[in-house]
Nanobody
Framework: QVQLVESGGGLVQAGGSLRLSCAAS????????TGWYRQAPGKERELVASITTGDSTNYADSVQGRFTISRDNAKKTVYLQMNSLKPEDTAVYYC???????????????WGQGTQVTVSS
């Protein structure tokens, strides 16, 4: 069984910072490409940032230069450092990862439960 657990969300004033964590646990052999998504009320879920096993990163235009995605393979954890937060960054943030489990050569997509980020003006 595999779990992805996000943490680090909260309420912050505009201009502030938060760091989100996405930790994989269970029968996890490796965590491969991982992405952070967000969904604001009434809007579709959108990709915010992603990182590959080779540490190649990709960012949405709206967060480029403010957010940084990184990973710690030993801890099976991916982080999203969010700086210069704006009210429009308010959303539920979800982690999605391609994970290989022990004893299975295939990778499967898993989602976390989400963590709320609220930025006040």
């Amino acid at each position: 069984q595999v779990q992805l657990v996000e943490s680090g969300g909260g309420l912050v004033q505009a201009g502030g910072s938060l760091r989100l964590s996405c930790a994989a646990s269970g029968t996890v052999s490796s965590v491969e490409t991982t992405g952070w998504y967000r969904q604001a009320p009434g809007k579709e879920r959108e990709l915010v940032a992603s990182i590959t096993t080779g540490d190649s990163t990709n960012y949405a235009d709206s967060v480029q230069g403010r957010f940084t995605i990184s990973r710690d393979n030993a801890k099976k954890t991916v982080y999203l450092q969010m700086n210069s937060l704006k009210p429009e960054d308010t959303a539920v943030y979800y982690c999605n990862a391609l994970i290989q489990v022990y004893g299975n050569p295939h990778t499967y997509s898993y989602w976390g439960q989400g963590t709320q980020v609220t930025v006040s003006s």
